[in-house]
């Protein structure tokens, strides 16, 4: 039948092509193979002679012909490694003077295939599959370069190779190949800092640096965590140490200005809100002490206290750093500081260091307790609606308030002094002259105000809030509070601490288990409606 002949030629020619393929993968598996067992050889060769330098030419194709035969880039990769860092011993790379024309040529040649390379290994830092082993073949190739090259006084390849690894760093998706970087030397090695940071500033003067390139370089940056204290601990050198003492990697504040240099360049990009969070978490502990000169900081920071919101809490320690180590004058300081007092800050996640500065900014004992009344009396109206958590600070946080400004304990027992005006509370009550909405902390008038909040939470649900807020009512027998014992608490703790406590005597408890709770109960019956039901309407 025609339709049965058809059919079989094409099965035919299918069993055919398949095993055509087969044969060609067959025939690329033998080939790589084969290569696989030439390199030792042809490295070998190199070594040998000068006569197999050609042999690089043949090692650098393999390596660029990495995508068909991964294996056998990779042995070719390592090859070329060792090849090239024993000619860099060896010498073999230097122009000296008295080479002849064809020992230059060779040179020449030979430098331009470390070139293709390097170039090779750069382009490698873009794939998973090669570029924790290409990290380390640079790294190693940089370091032979940096220490063969200028020993004989020949112009270092480090200032173009180096660069070139940091740029392939910063625009790589391969997050972990970063992390290598920063983790093993990085955040390891003083002079790779120093070279890291500097790659880092001209890279982005000269490039526009998309957002991904920023967030890559505010990892990399925030990496840094501690800042040498003096010359004698910058010790840790991936090169040799610098002979000359005056070695610009032997001095202090040249590597503090490449750090500084790096931070500027960065900010000078222009950083979204959540990258300057990050900046702003660890400004004052791992970034401003890099700066020589913190007051390059300035704009950055007053921008963001002026930002508003969980922004201008986090930018309060950088704020207080240059106050306290520059003397940053910050006009309307306090009156800025009084505006961050609103409901979101006492619910913020960063309630506790909030809290920490506020405890620093109003602990002297000279400023004027008008001031220190308004900040009170704002918390005070704020504790009303604030979380169990930071009820339990605030109050302790008032006691040492207190004691510091004694003007100020007026607020607690505010009486009337004479019959007529008890009469005039009593028929007509009395009006608070306290002004929540006045922006000035000097004009709300809070010191003729009380703090009646606090006492409304004596009769606070949270049982360990109702008594930590009867403090204020009692005799003031204690010193001070250690307010960083409250500041950590959350609902959690709270819970925590209610569950484990033991128990003297066993609570009352309802003892009848009611039908209905949010429903009313059936006419003509005895049943009464629960308080839900008498509260609300659940019908609908």
Same mark, same amino acid.
């Given at each position: 039948m025609?339709?049965?002949?058809?059919?079989?030629?094409?099965?035919?020619?299918?069993?055919?092509?398949?095993?055509?393929?087969k044969r060609r993968k067959s025939a690329g598996a033998d080939e790589e193979s084969d290569q696989l067992q030439q390199i030792p050889t042809l490295e070998a060769e190199i070594l040998e002679s000068r006569k197999h330098y050609n042999n690089i030419a043949t090692l650098i194709q393999y390596v660029e012909n990495r995508d068909d035969e991964p294996k056998t880039a990779r042995a070719a990769t390592e090859a070329l490694g060792r090849v090239f860092v024993q000619l860099l011993a060896l010498g073999n790379l230097a122009k000296k003077k008295d080479l002849s024309e064809k020992d230059a040529t060779v040179v020449s040649w030979l430098r331009a295939r470390l070139s293709d390379y390097e170039a090779a290994l750069v382009s490698m830092l873009e794939s998973k599959r090669f570029g924790s082993k290409a990290l380390i073949l640079a790294m190693s190739l940089v370091k032979s370069e940096k220490l063969h090259l200028e020993r004989r006084e020949e112009p270092s390849l480090f200032g173009t190779f180096f660069p070139s690894i940091i740029g392939a760093l910063l625009t790589t998706p391969i997050e972990q190949l970063r992390e290598e970087f920063a983790e093993n030397f990085f955040t390891e090695f003083d002079d790779i800092r120093f070279y890291t940071c500097q790659a880092i500033s001209t890279y982005l003067k *000269? @490039?526009?640096a998309s957002e991904d390139v920023r967030n890559n370089v505010l990892d990399l940056l925030l990496s840094l965590e501690d800042v040498?204290?003096?010359?004698?601990?910058? *010790? @840790?050198?991936?090169?040799?140490?610098?002979?000359?003492?005056?070695?610009?990697l032997l001095s202090l504040s040249k590597h503090k200005k490449q750090v500084q240099d790096a931070w500027v360049a960065l900010m000078g990009k222009g950083l979204t809100k959540d990258q300057s969070k990050k900046v702003l978490e660890v400004m004052a502990s791992s970034i401003a002490p890099w700066f020589s000169k913190p007051e390059l900081l300035m704009d950055f920071l007053t921008r963001s206290y002026d930002a508003g919101g969980s922004t201008s809490l986090l930018a309060l320690s950088g704020i207080f750093y240059l106050i306290q180590e520059r003397n940053l004058d910050y006009p309307l300081f306090y009156r800025k500081l009084y505006s961050l007092l609103d409901a979101d800050s006492l619910h913020s996640k960063h309630r506790s260091r909030f809290f920490r500065l506020l405890d620093t900014f109003l602990g002297s004992s000279h400023l004027p307790a008008v001031l220190v009344a308004s900040f009170m009396k704002r918390l005070a109206r704020l504790a009303l609606n604030a979380p169990p958590s930071a009820i339990v600070a605030i109050v302790p946080w008032f006691y040492n308030l207190f004691k510091k400004h004694p003007l100020t304990t007026f607020m607690m027992h505010r009486v009337p002094r004479t019959k007529e005006e008890k009469d005039i509370i009593e028929s007509e009550g009395v009006t608070d002259p306290f002004l929540p909405d006045e922006e000035d902390p000097m004009e709300t008038h809070a010191i003729d105000s009380c703090i009646w909040e606090i006492v409304q939470l004596q009769s606070h649900y949270h049982p360990n809030v109702a008594t930590i807020a009867k403090i204020v009512s009692e005799q003031f027998t204690k010193q001070a509070y250690n307010v960083e014992d409250f500041l950590d608490h959350s609902y959690g703790s709270l819970l925590e601490a209610e569950m484990t406590k033991n128990v003297k005597k066993a609570p009352v408890v309802e003892y009848t288990i009611p039908k209905r709770i949010f429903t009313k109960a059936e006419p003509g019956t005895d049943e009464k409606d629960s308080l839900l039901v008498s509260l609300w309407d659940f019908s609908s």
């Open positions: 025609p339709g049965t002949t058809v059919d079989a030629g094409k099965r035919k020619r299918q069993e055919n092509g398949e095993k055509s393929k *000269e @490039d526009s040498p204290g003096s010359k004698e601990e910058l *010790e @840790d050198f991936f090169i040799e140490a610098p002979t000359k003492n005056k070695s610009d």
